[in-house]
């Protein structure tokens, strides 16, 4: 905001001088040249009419005529004075330029958002104050308190757009808030500068299966199809892309993952109790469980 105040006043600045310099430059000996040019005419003209008359006989001595006439001109040449109008001048134009700088600033009030962007700058302020509480589990954010957070991270992201902490932190906002297209952006910007980061990529996998977005869910799964086809024992990519799969009606395919999750897990594993109901939803689902029942 502090450049855009400064451009603002340059050009303030700038406008003023185009209205003021040139009353400061102009030559106010103006009106003494425009009577010397009259008065060269003049001498000119009173010239050519005394070589014509001497050509007529009706004067002689022309030189004596033209003497004359060269010392009234002299006379009638005004001295140079120095004048000094400057101060009355400028007192005239001051209702000018205070004129232009309330015009100007009234029109930047009007159309150039000057209350939401104040608002803007005070919410980028309290970006350090709400990190450090974030940071600290002082206590949990509010909503408006997420959003000047996130308002507050897309400004510093502008600065600094190499930081992969905070678009990490920006895609949870995201997440929190259900800003589908706030968490896959920061998400993926944060891949980009850790593109072998699993924990990463499963990040923006989760988001990306989350959204509300059809294309995004088929990124999403295709993303964690290659990391569980790369790691099949990746018990938190199984489980994502399980739920996923679930959730897209592939209740086959989410069955085929939750058994294999099962024997990645021990037993006495809390989740164990949890997926089993899981699968047999999907069976239910798909319709299994009606034809295991038809067949007792």
């Not at 790369?230 to 086959?252: K, T």
């Not at 024997?263 to 798909?286: G, M």
Request: proline share 5%.
């Amino acid at each position: 905001m502090i450049p855009t105040i400064l451009v603002m006043l340059l050009l303030l600045v700038s406008a003023g001088g185009l209205l003021v310099i040139p009353t400061l430059r102009r030559d106010y000996s103006s009106g003494a040249r425009t009577r010397d040019s009259l008065n060269i005419q003049f001498y000119q003209r009173r010239l050519a009419e005394l070589a014509h008359d001497e050509r007529q006989g009706i004067i002689s001595a022309r030189a004596r005529h033209i003497d004359e006439l060269q010392q009234a001109l002299l006379a009638d040449n005004p001295v140079m004075q120095p004048k000094a109008p400057h101060a009355t001048n400028l007192w005239v134009l001051l209702p000018g330029i205070v004129g232009l700088a309330v015009v100007t600033l009234g029109c930047y009030a009007w159309t150039g958002s000057l209350a939401q962007v104040w608002r803007w700058q005070q919410t980028v302020d309290q970006l350090p104050d709400l990190r450090a509480r974030l940071l600290a589990h002082d206590r949990q954010l509010t909503p408006p308190e997420l959003a000047n957070f996130a308002v507050g991270l897309r400004a510093s992201l502008e600065r600094h757009p190499a930081d992969r902490d905070d678009w990490l932190i920006l895609g949870r906002i995201g997440v929190m808030t259900k800003n589908d297209a706030m968490a896959t952006q920061a998400y993926e910007r944060a891949r980009r500068l850790a593109p072998h980061d699993q924990a990463i990529l499963l990040d923006y996998a989760a988001a990306l299966t989350q959204s509300a977005d059809p294309g995004d869910n088929l990124t999403g799964n295709q993303l964690l199809n290659t990391l569980v086809q790369r790691q099949p024992n990746n018990i938190a990519a199984l489980s994502l892309f399980a739920i996923s799969q679930y959730q897209q009606n592939n209740f086959a395919e989410a069955i085929i993952l939750w058994r294999r999750l099962l024997t990645l897990l021990p037993a006495t594993d809390a989740h164990v109790a949890v997926i089993n109901r899981s699968i047999a939803q999907a069976r239910e689902q798909s319709g299994q469980g009606r034809a295991n029942i038809s067949k007792r």
